[in-house]
């Protein structure tokens, strides 16, 4: 029996492979299958010619979009400069216009006082303010008092001879305030140095 058994599984599975190679599937699940299998050998078999139309129809696409991606980038950050440079002096403006304010106030109040020393204090006072409100911007003056003679902040406009070797080298004498804006030199201070 059991040679009989084993002659018959033989043979069942000899018309399997037989069905399978010939496309006479009795199995329904074995069918969908082979029918995959045969859309897979189209999909391999397809004309390379169409695969490659297809990809380079799916490149073009995508350099249209990021062509236009780059353009909009390139058309908000010229917007962003533009605004910018029209509204960069904000800052300044806004620091600057109390000490405007004061300076309108005092000369009404000129007009009304004849006394020099009302009006110094009250030009002083202007000035303190407009000096505060150019260190909050990072506007600071060049120090020139005592100071050696560095080109990087001083232009020295005369030479003063016979001051003794103790200022030789030295500003001797500011004609001309320097300042500096958040440590560039945006102007010499004019000085005169001892020789």
């Known amino acids: 029996m059991k040679e009989e058994e084993k002659n018959i599984l033989e ?3 000899t018309l399997k492979e037989e069905e399978i190679e010939t496309g006479n599937v009795e199995n329904p699940e074995d069918a969908e299958e082979s ?3 045969k859309e897979s050998e189209d999909a391999e078999k397809k004309d390379p010619l169409e695969a490659a139309l297809e990809e380079i129809e799916q490149l073009k696409t995508q350099i249209l979009y990021k062509t236009a991606e780059f353009d909009n980038y390139r058309k908000r950050t010229l ?3 533009a605004e ?3 509204n960069g002096g904000e800052k300044a403006v806004s620091a600057i216009l109390p000490v405007i ?3 309108e106030r005092a000369m009404e109040n000129g007009e009304k006082t004849e006394d020099p020393a009302v009006l110094r204090e009250g030009m002083e006072l202007i000035y303190h303010k407009f000096m505060k409100a150019l260190e909050s911007l990072g506007v600071k003056k060049i120090e020139t008092d005592n100071a050696d003679f560095n080109t990087d902040l001083h232009e020295a406009i005369a030479m003063v001879p016979g001051m003794g070797d103790d200022k030789k080298g030295k500003v001797i004498d500011c004609l001309q305030t320097g300042y500096q804006l958040n ?3 945006i102007r010499h201070a004019k000085v005169a140095v001892g020789q």
């Open 11 to 13: 043979e069942e599975e």
């Open 35 to 37: 029918e995959d299998a």
């Open 79 to 81: 917007k962003e400069k």
């Open 84 to 86: 910018l440079i029209l």
């Open 101 to 103: 304010d004061d300076m």
């Open 183 to 185: 440590e560039k030199v």
